[in-house]
């Protein structure tokens, strides 16, 4: 299994590297989105893949069942999903603000940084 | 300044009062070291870092009492000087602040007994004389001094610290007291020799010697309080203080005595020479400070019993003479407003008892008896001439330029009478606090040697020169020897002292031209020399093309992937063959959606394909047990592409802009592919290792015993690693802040979906999908859900009755700001956190009740949590429906 969503998780990345590079202002937030995507699966992957049975206590255990999936990768997963969810608003709104400032869509034109140039 | 002359009722005289404080400062410390202190030395240790080596240790023998007691008491007197100087400033508390600040710094540095401490205030010296030197700051000259004093000092301060750290490493100690203990494993070292020239960097430049000696007289850009201290007590004699504290350690090393010896030695005459050019009285002491220090440090180098005398003696002088000096001129700069020895003239009438202490601390700084330059003197000429010829040859032409500038200071501003237009001079000694000091400094110049030669020669010059030359047994220095060479020499000094002055001004018109390089210009040189550098490399690295930036960036990333080589063993790729039918048409349908997403030339099919590939994901995480990550990841894929919609209808499309041309978009694909093969490579091979479980193990076993949950993801979450999600937490309102700041807050009207089927239903959904999340809230610490899911469960509602409605309705049915609900959830986590700091458990542990009732101090984290992000999301939400529609 987890060689296959390694797999997977290779050509996110291509795929979103690929975009980062392209010069349209939303292909490079597309490929932003695309890496976040694929870094949450490969922290996924990278702690096991089990499938059907959830990292939780039993009413009358004290403990999860044996070969229960690996509740430490989910945990760091949330809080990449969060924060990453909180950087791709921020990024959405900047280079929305940047094209609104520019008037230019395309992110080699956008090189007027500082005011006296 | 020119309230000067106002009457003692202007509104400042009330500030005075609390003032007092700063002198008296220094007096306590003063009464302090003196009672504290005793000839054999007194330590006091603390602790600091004990694991490096660096503790709070301190100790006051002879060599640091003396230093301590010019800082402090020297201190004291440009208090009390300053108060007067600078009345009426508006700045005045901040200076006499950074004054005080400074002289702590220096006290600490004269008392440290570890050298590591000791480079901590060494450092401290360099940047508070930096923020006294720069004090009037509204000039651009004083900035651009002050930071040229900075820089010289900061980048000795560099080398020093390296030498520093060899010695240390050396002796196998950073503790003064361990290294003078080890000075002969240490002089076999191999490092022997680059930790002495490191510091010598460090000493000479703060010490101001040739080539570093410009920083000095361009640090009169201060106000002249500052140049009377930093001349005279401090600052440049921390260079000397170091020399001789260190002395034991290298003094039987040639290199210590030539570098000494030359570099002393060249800048006592170079820097005599620029003096005597001078004609701003300021500069003149400025150069003569250099002359002075360049002395000391010549004596340092010799090293020998009357060397030291003579250098402990002269430290001693100079302080007196100099820091009295520096106010006379301060007030004659207050009285006429120029200090040009060309215009001034006949001021004896007027500023009678700055005459009184000029003329007492000018005899001394020639050296004429009974003052205590003279007694210096005389060491000196002892400590030459057991020494070599020259170096008493050097040593006199140095004093006799000393003495013709005593003469020119003097002479000039208050008895010469020329026939020139007439200065306007203006009362300035009603104020006790301009002349006192100096008259006191001048006063002690003679009281010292004359009353207290015995008490100075048994509490400071003995123990101070055993504390840097261990070994030696010094007779108490005292006045009258006899007629022998040094006297006569002392005599001859003073004569030729007399003749340099009258042929002066000859020489001087002569010398139209400067015939000494500039070493200042070779700094300037320097730094434009470097400022260009760094413009040039700008220039190559920033291109200001983001692709270009992010192209340079992959590449490294390629390169590190790359490097290692890529093996996978082929029997892991067996394992595809054994994969369920779903799990390979999970996997396609992501790939295939990803390359659409990348292909694509329309935004809405990208955005199509990107929520593809966020579902997909979602089902994935599904599929392997990661409930609470998928359902969030579902809600966080959903909010997603409200957000991209509603933007993207304001960016233009994507045929808009031209694409890189053919080549650099394969050049493109091939770096993005060997990224990604090699990320492939990497995850398959950190599969194929065993996979150690103890952290997992530990969450498992803990979560119900300690956590009370049951759903363990969620316990981690809140409790094991609470402070994590905590800055999640507050990273995504940060994030929510600044976006909102982004977009203009200008209130669009906005026509409502006309729906009556949509608008009734949203309301209904909404109120249920609120009631929901909450249920999802509670519910979380034992199975799936939690504070984020039920947050953004909410989101959703609201986001649906705001499309439904209006943003403004929803607002109005938030009853509070986003961004208040959003710090009132940061707050309550933090309270939820500060808690069991009450219970003097750390911060953020779990506390429960559950014996009283099923509730504990996590759930109340998952609140503020739930909080935080409802007000973050629905802040940005709400703005972006509001400017955007």
Redesign the interface.
């Known amino acids: 299994?987890?060689?296959?969503?390694?797999?997977?998780?290779?050509?996110?990345?291509?795929?979103?590297?690929?975009?980062?590079?392209?010069?349209?202002?939303?292909?490079?937030?597309?490929g932003l989105?695309?890496l976040s995507?694929?870094l949450?699966?490969?922290i996924?992957?990278?702690?096991?893949?089990?499938?059907?049975?959830?990292?939780?206590?039993?009413?009358d255990a004290?403990?999860?069942p044996d070969g229960?999936?690996?509740?430490?990768p989910?945990?760091l997963?949330?809080?990449a999903?969060?924060?990453g969810?909180?950087?791709?608003?921020?990024a959405?709104?900047?280079?929305?603000?940047a094209?609104y400032q520019t008037g230019?869509?395309?992110?080699?034109d956008?090189?007027r940084?500082e005011e006296d140039e | 300044m020119d309230n000067i002359t106002d009457s003692p009722e202007t509104p400042n005289s009330q500030k005075h009062v609390s003032l007092l404080i700063f002198p008296l400062i220094p007096i306590v410390l003063l009464f302090s070291i003196l009672s504290w202190y005793q000839p054999e030395g007194v330590s006091w240790q603390g602790h600091w870092i004990p694991g490096l080596d660096i503790n709070l240790s301190f100790r006051l023998d002879g060599l640091s009492f003396l230093f301590a007691g010019l800082i402090t008491g020297i201190g004291a007197l440009i208090q009390f000087y300053a108060l007067a100087y600078m009345r009426g400033d508006g700045g005045r508390f901040s200076f006499h602040l950074y004054l005080t600040l400074f002289m702590l710094s220096m006290l600490g540095l004269v008392t440290s007994d570890n050298i590591l401490l000791l480079f901590v205030f060494w450092e401290l010296t360099t940047i508070t004389s930096y923020l006294l030197i720069g004090f009037n700051h509204e000039q651009n000259e004083s900035r651009k001094k002050a930071l040229q004093s900075l820089l010289v000092t900061g980048a000795g301060g560099l080398a020093f610290l390296a030498g520093l750290i060899f010695l240390g490493q050396m002796a196998g100690s950073y503790e003064v007291s361990v290294i003078l203990q080890q000075t002969e494993q240490i002089a076999d070292h191999p490092w022997f020799v680059t930790s002495l020239l490191l510091i010598l960097l460090g000493v000479f430049t703060k010490s101001a010697q040739f080539p570093f000696h410009f920083w000095l007289p361009n640090a009169m850009a201060a106000p002249t309080p500052v140049s009377a201290y930093l001349h005279s007590a401090t600052m440049v004699k921390a260079g000397v203080y170091l020399l001789a504290r260190l002395s034991p350690v290298y003094s039987d090393s040639e290199v210590w005595f030539y570098a000494l010896v030359i570099v002393g030695g060249f800048t006592a005459i170079w820097c005599a020479l620029l003096a005597i050019k001078q004609t701003d009285l300021k500069l003149m002491l400025a150069y003569s400070t250099n002359v002075a220090l360049g002395e000391l440090v010549l004596l340092i180098g010799i090293g020998t019993e009357f060397a030291l005398t003579a250098a402990l003696l002269f430290i001693l002088a100079h302080s007196f003479y100099k820091a009295a000096l520096f106010m006379v001129v301060g007030n004659i700069d207050k009285a006429t407003g120029t200090r040009d020895i060309r215009k001034l003239h006949g001021l004896r009438a007027v500023l009678v008892l700055s005459l009184v202490a000029a003329i007492l601390a000018a005899l001394s700084k020639s050296g004429v008896p009974p003052l205590l330059g003279f007694l210096s003197k005389e060491y000196m000429y002892k400590s030459g001439l057991e020494a070599s010829g020259l170096i008493t040859a050097v040593l006199m032409l140095a004093n006799v330029f000393m003495v013709a500038l005593a003469i020119a200071i003097i002479y000039k501003p208050f008895f010469a009478n020329y026939q020139r237009e007439p200065i306007v001079v203006k009362q300035v000694e009603s104020s006790k606090g301009l002349w006192l000091p100096a008259m006191l400094l001048a006063v002690g110049s003679v009281a010292a040697p004359v009353l207290g030669l015995g008490w100075l020669n048994s509490q400071i010059i003995i123990p101070g020169v055993i504390s840097s030359l261990p070994a030696a047994t010094p007779d108490a220095s005292k006045f009258w020897h006899g007629i022998n060479l040094p006297l006569l020499l002392s005599v001859l000094t003073l004569l030729l002292g007399g003749a340099v002055y009258a042929l002066y001004p000859r020489w001087l018109a002569k010398q139209k031209k400067a015939i000494l390089p500039n070493a200042e210009a070779v700094f300037d040189l320097i730094m434009n020399g470097l400022m260009r550098l760094a413009t040039w490399q700008t220039r190559c690295l920033q291109q200001k093309r983001l692709s270009n930036y992010v192209l340079m960036f992959s590449v490294v990333l390629a390169v590190i992937l790359l490097s290692q080589p890529l093996m996978i063993a082929p029997e892991r790729l067996m394992e595809l063959f054994q994969l369920n039918f779903y799990e390979i048409a999970i996997a396609l349908l992501l790939i295939s959606a990803a390359l659409v997403c990348t292909l694509s030339h329309s935004r809405l099919l990208a955005v199509a394909s990107l929520s593809m590939v966020g579902f997909m994901t979602t089902l994935v995480f599904m599929l392997y047990s990661a409930a609470d990550v998928a359902k969030t990841l579902l809600l966080v894929e959903t909010l997603m592409v409200v957000f991209v919609v509603l933007l993207m209808r304001h960016m233009p499309r994507l045929t808009t802009v031209v694409r890189h041309s053919k080549k650099r978009r394969l050049l493109h694909a091939v770096i993005a592919g060997g990224v990604g093969l090699s990320v492939s490579a990497l995850l398959i091979n950190i599969t194929a290792q065993p996979l150690d479980p103890t952290l997992a193990q530990f969450f498992a076993n803990n979560s119900l015993p300690e956590g009370h949950g049951r759903n363990i993801v969620n316990v981690i979450l809140v409790d094991f690693r609470a402070i994590d999600t905590l800055g999640e937490m507050i990273v995504v309102v940060i994030a929510g802040i600044a976006a909102i700041s982004l977009l203009s807050s200008q209130n669009y009207k906005r026509a409502p979906v006309h729906s009556l089927i949509f608008t009734t239903t949203a309301q209904i959904v909404s109120t249920l999908m609120l009631v929901f999340s909450v249920y999802l809230l509670m519910r979380g610490h034992n199975e799936p859900g939690g504070g984020f899911i039920g947050a953004l469960i909410a989101v959703i509602g609201l986001a649906l009755l705001m499309f439904a409605k209006s943003p403004k309705y929803v607002r109005d049915r938030l009853h509070y700001s986003p961004m208040g609900i959003a710090m009132f959830g940061i707050c309550l986590s933090f309270i939820a956190g500060l808690l069991s700091m009450a219970f003097h458990l750390p911060f953020l542990t779990g506390l429960w009740w559950k014996d009283v009732l099923p509730l504990g101090t996590p759930l109340l984290f998952d609140v503020g949590i739930y909080f935080a992000i409802i007000g973050g999301v629905m802040g940005i939400l709400l703005r972006v429906n509001e400017v955007l529609d």
Request: aromatic share 10%; glycine share 6%; net charge positive.
């Open positions: 299994m987890e060689v296959l969503w390694s797999l997977v998780v290779g050509v996110l990345v291509a795929a979103g590297i690929y975009l980062l590079l392209e010069r349209h202002v939303l292909r490079v937030l597309f989105i695309l995507s694929a949450n699966l490969a996924f992957t990278a702690g096991r893949l089990t499938p059907g049975l959830l990292p939780l206590i039993g009413a004290t403990l999860p229960a999936a690996n509740p430490l989910q945990a997963i949330l809080t999903i969060v924060i969810f909180g950087l791709l608003i921020f959405l709104l900047l280079f929305y603000r094209y230019s869509a395309d992110v080699d956008m090189k940084s």
